[in-house]
Nanobody
Framework: QVQLVESGGGLVQAGGSLRLSCAAS????????MGWFRQAPGKEREFVAAITGNGGNTNYPDSVKGRFTISRDNAKNTVYLQMNSLKPEDTGVYYC?????????????????WGQGTQVTVSS
């Protein structure tokens, strides 16, 4: 069982930056691929970033590639999402998720555990 708690969301102007954190419980954190997803009002939850257990592989959709960076600190059981050059369309609730696999997955149904989410609002 893995419990995930996100933090770091907030209100930022377009062009600004935010760093999200996700703290995980458990002693097997390094075995999990970690992902970030987001959901805007009235839209489906979508993939934002993923990183494998050892941090060696990452995956991003084109919409955030070059602006967002996922990283992890296995000693602290924490995964991060650095978001730069934010746009109003990045607004949404951001969720952290864990998958018991070695692949940087982009499909939400493959993730086993989810956090409660943190709100990110980007004003124009």
């Amino acid at each position: 069982q893995v419990q995930l708690v996100e933090s770091g969301g907030g209100l930022v102007q377009a062009g600004g930056s935010l760093r999200l954190s996700c703290a995980a419980s458990g002693r097997t954190f390094s075995r999990y691929t970690m992902g970030w997803f987001r959901q805007a009002p009235g839209k489906e939850r979508e993939f934002v970033a993923a990183i494998t257990g050892n941090g060696g592989n990452t995956n991003y959709p084109d919409s955030v590639k070059g602006r967002f960076t996922i990283s992890r600190d296995n000693a602290k059981n924490t995964v991060y999402l650095q978001m730069n050059s934010l746009k109003p369309e990045d607004t949404g609730v951001y969720y952290c998720a864990a998958a018991g696999t070695t692949l940087p997955l982009d499909r939400l149904y493959l993730y086993d555990y989810w956090g409660q989410g943190t709100q990110v609002t980007v004003s124009s």
